[in-house]
Every structure is written in C-alpha cells, then in structure tokens.
C-alpha cells in the first residue's frame, strides 16, 4: 500500500485523551486499549482533531476528505498508538521508555504501510534494561540493570516521527527498553494525574474536586492515514506543513493542552 502516511505525534504540552468513565481513584483516566492497558488516542477522537483543523483552515469545504452523516470520508485514521513514554529517573534525567512489544507493533506497521524495514527487536530479559550508561538505573521506585546501549538501528528508525532536531538528538542518550511485563507497570501506575477543583465564587470552598490522568509532555506516538484515492493525503500535507505542524488532540483544549507536533513520513503525501 502506498497512499499511506504515518504521522509522528510527539506530545508538546499534557495530553488527556479521555476514556469518559471513572477508573478506581481517578475520575477522568486516559483511554486505553482493552488488552493491554497502553494509552492510546482513540482513531476517531483523532481524526475529529484532524477535521476541526481542517474546518478552521477552510481546507475541507465539501468534506469528501472526512466525511458527512450521509456519506464516509475518503481518509481512514487509525488510533493513535504509544511508543516513548517519558519516566522520572532517581539516577539521572528522564528516559523515553518502550518494550520490544512496542517496537515490535511499530515495525509491523511500517511494514504494512510503509516499507519493509529490516530493523530487529530488541529482547531484554525481567529486570534488566537496555539504556545509556552503565551500572543500576531507578525509574521511578523501579531498579533496573543496565545490560547494554540502545541498538543505534532503534533510534534511527524512530527519529522521523520526532519534529525538532535538537529533540531528536537527544533519542540515543535518553531512550530505554524494558521487558514487556515491566513495561506494563509504568503504563498503569507511572501515569502522571492532576487535581482539579472549582471553587464557590463568594466562600471559595470547594464545590466539585476530581482528578484527571494525562500523558506526560514528550510522549510519543503515532497514527496511519490512508486515503481511497491517490491524492486523498495531499490535504494531511497542507494542514500540518512545516509552517504550523502543530495538532490539538484530547481535552482541557481551553487549558493549553492537547498540543502534539507532527511528523509526516510515507506514501504520497
């Protein structure tokens, strides 16, 4: 398939996409896929994101791109699914984690999509990582053994769905691959949550109190658009060109966050 891109989603601000029901102690938890628990940005709340731009561009006026009630859309937007999630670090900055489940995803996609990538899954045993430097590293309560650097094929594969130049060069020095069980741990619990509350206008007492789970600035993910004809991604291309490459996804939009830089790499567009 060539008339397929893929977009690098690289969180600038806090992201909140909403699962829209409760989760234990957390009112407003991000949605997540069934299976795994990853975060994930549900493929039509995204291509909503896409359609809202489109409309505030005027780019869209007869909306055979993104469809109407009474008619599909010429553009197919998958979810967006995780690949760096950003971790606090005891013993020194932040690492940009993943598991070779989701390099493993990354590459069957690109391969769908793209190309037929030769690029090889790491393994990492329980316990271990694989991460600049050497000796112990505690991410979050966690202690890991660093069993090795990041193959150099690793990050290079990921740097096109980084925007920034100097973000990119920090990929070797920053990305860290788990097993896939340790993984599961942080995406569950290592997700940062944030207190909300309104307050009565004349007593300032508390009215509503509830607490919301983001993802962190610097997560990254990505998306597929393919398109039924061959000049159907051509308005992906207009809407996120290198003047203004910037999406707003999930909510608290009025809060500045939602805010991803994107990357287009791929197909004809």
């Known amino acids: ?13 806090p992201i909140h996409p909403g699962a829209g029901r409760s989760l234990g102690g957390i009112d407003l938890p991000v949605a997540r896929e ?27 006026p007869d909306r055979r791109h993104f469809g109407r009630s009474d008619q599909a859309g010429e553009l197919l937007v998958s979810d967006g699914r995780l690949l760096l999630l950003p971790v606090r670090s005891l013993t020194g900055a932040y690492r940009w984690l993943t598991c070779p489940h989701l390099l493993e995803r990354f590459v069957r996609d690109r391969r769908r999509a ?7 899954v790491p393994r990492v045993a329980h316990g271990k990582i694989l991460a600049a430097g050497s000796g112990q590293l505690v991410l979050e309560e966690r202690l890991f053994e660093i069993a090795g650097p990041v193959p150099l094929d690793v990050t290079e594969a990921l740097a096109p769905l980084v925007k920034h130049a100097e973000t990119r060069q920090r990929l070797q020095s920053q990305v860290a691959i788990i097993q896939d069980d340790d ?18 206008d004349q007593t300032k007492q508390s009215e509503n109190l509830w607490y919301e789970e983001h993802l962190p600035p610097d997560t990254l993910m990505y998306a597929l658009i393919l398109g039924r004809k061959s000049t159907s991604l051509e308005i992906v291309s207009r809407l996120l060109c290198d003047q203004d490459p910037y999406l707003q996804v999930g909510g608290n939009e009025t809060l500045g966050q939602g805010w991803m830089a994107v990357t287009i790499t791929g197909g004809k567009a």
């Open 34 to 60: 069934a299976a795994t628990d990853y975060p994930v940005l549900v493929g039509s709340g995204l291509k909503g994101a896409l359609r809202d731009r489109a409309e505030r561009d005027g780019a869209d």
């Open 114 to 120: 793209l190309d037929a990538t030769k690029l090889e």
């Open 1 to 13: 398939m060539t008339n397929v891109v893929m977009l690098g989603l690289l969180a600038e601000t």
């Open 183 to 200: 993984f599961a741990w942080f995406v569950r619990y290592g997700l940062p949550i944030q207190a909300r509350n309104v307050l009565n």
